[in-house]
């Protein structure tokens, strides 16, 4: 474990800065709704340059919103709010024990894409979903607490599940002005 690192506002923005992967674990899956999914980053004003068919200026107000956060410790909670309402979930094809989700027919475990795919069904309809931002800043916040001080840095599990997290929040947001 690397050094603890405390949540400030800066902290978190500077989790997102100047990323390799960002625009491809986020954005590039939406680029049906914004083709123009690579990010460039501007070192002058510390954020994503912003251009047409991009949801870069979505993302930068994000950042920002995340940073301006008290990040929660129990992430988990806040995604299965909206998890709990997939259908499979209503039939009782899938239950929840302690954080993680179960296959009634299988006994399985629900590997995290699925749980992703759960979350992003559940939420079509909403216009907004502010629970899910604060789980990114508790994941973002859980990360600092581990020394992991950037998206990039993260190992694969929890940076494809903070990319789903992110990934549905701009797809909501997208049709927003940012």
Not at 56 to 61: D, E, F, I, V
Request: charged share 25%; with cysteine; net charge negative.
């Amino acid at each position: 474990m690397g050094q603890k690192i405390p949540w400030s506002a800066l902290a978190a923005r500077r989790f997102f800065e100047d990323s390799d992967t960002l625009d491809h674990a986020t954005l590039r899956p939406i680029s049906h709704v914004a083709p123009n999914w690579e990010l460039t980053w501007d070192s002058t004003s510390d954020r994503y340059e912003e251009e047409e068919d991009s949801l870069a200026a979505h993302l930068n107000k994000l950042i920002e919103e995340i940073s301006n956060l008290v990040p929660p410790t129990d992430y988990h909670a806040l995604e299965n709010q909206h998890a709990i309402n997939y259908e499979g979930v209503a039939s009782g094809r899938f239950y929840l024990v302690g954080k993680l989700w179960r296959d009634q027919q299988t006994g399985q475990l629900v590997d995290k894409d699925f749980v992703g795919h759960m979350i992003e069904q559940a939420t079509c309809g909403h216009y907004d979903v502010p629970d899910l931002v604060l789980s990114a800043a508790g994941r973002i916040g859980t990360a600092l607490k581990f020394g992991v001080d950037h998206f990039d840095k993260l190992d694969r599990g929890h940076m494809e599940m903070l990319s789903v997290i992110i990934t549905d929040i701009l797809f909501r947001r997208s049709d927003w002005p940012a």
